[in-house]
């Protein structure tokens, strides 16, 4: 049962690295700030120009900025229950979510107004496969591990509980919830086993939003500044400069997510709770579940 | 010493994702071959006009095909001696080294004979840090990895093994070398340190080579063909089908290389020869060390 027990408290580079992390994502929302602010005119809704500009800015918070840092509270708040950082990373995703479909309906209102066509390039194919995958995401992440931790697709903990999710996932989550309350067996195997398919896919999206934030980055310099850009004017350096911090930002998030020593641990609660039911699920003592 | 023993074998999937991952890698040299033939008049070196076709094509196959099968080999090859492995993973990774060095100076060429300026986009910024870092991390590999796996940086296996990697590679392993025979209780456990983030980095140097390939299709098709992109001609959906295919082959990839139970288990000699190895430069017992 070693590999039960509570790890060793986490190294010091964990802290810095967090720390790192987000200095580079908010460097990257201060950079972008500052390209659309002075070389490109500011942000506005109401207008046929600039309402463009809203669009890179709501895809980064929300597609890299808020999207990793959803996927890094299990490890950040590692020592809390599970139910609060389940409740904390559904909030950074619905966020995420929310404030990218802004952006989303900015670039196609603006592509309205000037009569310009929708989805030719690269960047539109990934951008929209990036999105699409991450509302199918998040609609299975409600569905397999919405809840408060405590088994309740099964129907194990009464009433369930509301984790401030779209009402369509409940919904899906209830109607799968009726399916595991019917072959209660299903249900922890079935989610043990999509758990870290589950977690290739976040990470996988996230790389995926970061590549389409650099191909953003490359169109919009060579539609606006196509001639000067060659002549290392500053726009070009700095928009430059923001793709590689993006890459930073990518590469650090990537590298906390991937250790295994930072894994969440399973709390004492936890563990007695999941061995409980795996016992009561699949007919199997605690002690010979190892 | 459960976590020692030889770990059930591998499930289907395991096949059919590498098949995957060899076909989309031969799909995407194809359609680049293509895209490069049928709408950029083919290759050769003695032009000043198809000699950039070559920079395409050579960084493709060397920093994204030759590089991502190099990742592969350890999981593909897992029952074959450590040494065979290493000598093939080192053969993979010089010849993508040698391949993407000779596009490097294919795009030099052909801006100096057309008097284009360098390195001012964010496409060359990225592919520059990527190959950079693909240098400095092979050399670093020669160094702490290379060898017949049988702890020869620090002189145990006497006159230690030629591992087919560069004559600078060679020289830096034995200059470090000295340093380990000289101190040899610091040669194992910083290898077994090292060696998660050397990973991490090889995977993060894949993706970061797969998005500067991304970049660098937008900013010849926005060079190119600018005007008709819009209109969604083929050389545009081609280019873009190009696009996705990359970032297929890049997440199978990424998938089979980040699966647990797919990890190269060691031999049964190797376990032997490591815990022999430790014992005797760091005065610990096997049975004490697990």
Redesign the interface.
């Known amino acids: 049962m070693e590999d039960l027990a509570v790890p060793a408290p986490l190294s010091g580079g964990f802290t810095y690295l967090v720390a790192a992390s987000q200095t580079l994502g908010l460097a990257v929302i201060l950079v972008l700030g500052a390209w659309m602010g002075v070389y490109r005119g500011g942000i506005a809704w109401e207008s046929s120009e600039l309402q463009f500009n809203v669009h890179p800015l709501c895809m980064v918070v929300g597609m890299v900025f808020l999207q990793g840092d959803a996927l890094l509270v299990y490890r950040v708040f590692r020592n809390e229950s599970k139910r609060s950082t389940k409740i904390l990373h559904g909030l950074l995703h619905a966020l995420a979510l929310v404030i990218a479909l802004v952006g989303l309906i900015a670039v196609f209102e603006y592509h309205k107004k000037k009569s310009?066509?929708n989805m030719?390039?690269?960047?539109s194919?990934?951008g929209i496969?990036a999105f699409s995958f991450y509302v199918l995401q998040e609609l299975n992440e409600a569905v397999f591990f919405g809840g408060c931790g405590k088994a309740c697709c099964s129907g194990a903990c009464g009433w369930g509980c509301w984790t401030l999710k779209s009402l369509i996932a409940v919904i899906l989550q209830w109607l799968l919830g009726l399916v595991f309350f019917l072959c209660p067996g299903v249900s922890f195997s079935v989610r043990s086993r999509y758990k870290?398919h589950h977690m290739?896919f976040g990470v996988?999206l996230f790389?995926?939003s970061?590549?389409t934030a650099?191909?953003g980055?490359?169109?919009l310099?060579?539609?606006k500044i196509?001639d000067s850009?060659?002549?290392?004017v500053p726009e070009?350096v700095l928009?430059?400069i923001l793709?590689?911090l993006l890459?930073a930002f990518g590469?650090v998030l990537?590298?906390i997510l991937?250790?295994?020593e930072w894994q969440r641990p399973p709390l004492a609660e936890e563990l007695a709770l999941s061995m409980d039911f795996k016992t009561l699920t699949e007919g199997d003592s605690p002690a010979a579940s190892h």
């Open positions: 310009f066509p030719y390039s690269l960047h194919w990934c496969a870290p290739f996988f790389i995926l970061l590549a650099l191909l980055i490359l169109e310099l060579l539609f196509r850009y060659s002549a290392f070009g928009a430059n793709g590689l890459v590469a990537a590298y991937t250790r295994d």
